[in-house]
């Protein structure tokens, strides 16, 4: 098992975690870090490597911002979204500055800079995804630029009504194509390297799924379960996921003070590592290797006492030292950008 220690350094915590017994002292594997790179925001979610530019981007979804992290500075730049929840972003396609973006029930086409805050935020909706009382979550694309995005039932009072969610998918067509229905909390999704394999988890199952790809036409079959954490000991409820170069998922636990390291094949889990926040939301493979795990975690809905326990929830952590790679992350392939984007689009102006 392991320890944390928590060391406050100026901005950076660094948690030190110490490995007792175990087969890492043996092979002298140096230790994981962990470091927290950012403030402590809401419900921190999607992060998104961007290996061209080496910025990580990742979405405030209550507070409704798009947000980006560069590493090399620690400097955050944000855009507000004026069209609900923010529930992801990915880029464009080789297009500088245009992003795609889960907002309320749409998918919509944003324009920004991310160089620079940016308080009027043009933006066209691509999509109208969804009607009734949900709202979109975690996307990600596929190998061909696919969007698949999910949906869940909006949470009233603390609670998020049953099986109201879909996974779609969304190609240049902008028509969404249902993928899976009904689910409950659409969230984590990852493909293997060989890009045969699709994983998601529907989060209220507390299952994680596989299911065969074919990436010509985009289709997936074949619905298996490789871990249900129902039966392990395990808290929480599986969130964002993603995958490293062995075909090993890491997966975040929302209500579970950390990420687990699954290996989808033998069912297991390998590894889990602890971070100072409850609710960890999501996790992305970045740096310039590919091999620093970032991390999202959520400050959303915390009681006073909570929130003094763990003041850096909602805060992007980074893991480094796992001796694992993960996969580019793939962007959204589109050609009718400048159609799409009406720059004239006046927005309301908000504070950062
Ligand atoms: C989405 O719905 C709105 C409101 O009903 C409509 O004005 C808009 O044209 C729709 N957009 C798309 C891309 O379907
Ligand atoms: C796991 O347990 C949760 C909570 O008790 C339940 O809602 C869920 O349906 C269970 N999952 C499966 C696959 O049985």
Redesign the pocket.
């Known amino acids: 098992m392991r320890r944390i220690i928590c060391e406050y350094l100026s901005l950076a915590c660094v948690l030190v975690v110490l490995i007792h017994g175990g087969e890492a002292h043996h092979h002298l594997k140096p230790k994981i870090k962990i470091e927290r790179v950012t403030d402590a925001y809401g419900l921190s979610e999607g992060p998104h490597w961007d290996s061209d530019a080496q910025k990580l981007y990742f979405v405030d979804i209550y507070n409704q911002y798009v947000r980006r992290l560069d590493p090399a500075t620690g400097v955050v730049t944000s855009t507000y979204i004026d069209h609900g929840p923010v529930s992801v972003v990915v880029p464009v396609h080789d297009s500088p500055n245009k992003l795609v973006v889960g907002s309320g029930k749409?998918v919509i086409l944003v324009n920004w800079n991310s160089d620079a805050n940016q308080k009027v935020t043009p933006y066209n909706?691509?999509?109208?995804l969804t009607s009734g009382d949900v709202r979109t979550n975690d996307g990600k694309a596929d190998s061909a630029g696919r969007l698949w995005i999910g949906t869940m039932a909006n949470e009233i009072n603390g609670q998020i009504a049953l099986d109201k969610g879909s996974l779609y998918r969304l190609d240049d067509t902008?028509k969404p194509k249902t993928e899976i229905t009904p689910v409950s909390i659409s969230n984590g999704l990852a493909w293997n390297i060989e890009d045969n394999t699709f994983y998601y988890i529907d989060s209220s199952t507390r299952e994680i799924a596989a299911y065969d790809f074919d990436p010509n036409s985009g289709t997936i079959s074949n619905k298996r379960i490789v871990l249900n954490l129902n039966h392990t000991k395990l808290e929480g409820v599986p969130d964002g996921m993603t995958i490293d170069t062995d075909g090993n998922l890491w997966v975040a636990l929302f209500g579970g003070h950390g990420l687990i390291k699954v290996d989808p094949h033998k069912h297991k889990v390998l590894e889990k590592i602890e971070l100072p926040a409850r609710d960890v939301s999501s996790v992305a493979f970045g740096g310039p290797l590919l091999d620093i795990l970032y991390v999202t975690t959520s400050g959303h809905g915390l009681t006073a006492e909570e929130r003094k326990k763990t003041p850096y929830a909602g805060s992007v952590f980074a893991i480094h030292n796992l001796g694992v790679h993960g996969i580019l992350a793939n962007t959204f392939l589109f050609n009718k950008v400048d159609e799409s984007l009406d720059e004239e689009k006046i927005i309301e102006e908000k504070d950062m």
Do not use: F, G, I, K
Not at 125 to 128: K, P, Q
């Open positions: 749409d909706v691509l999509s109208n902008l």
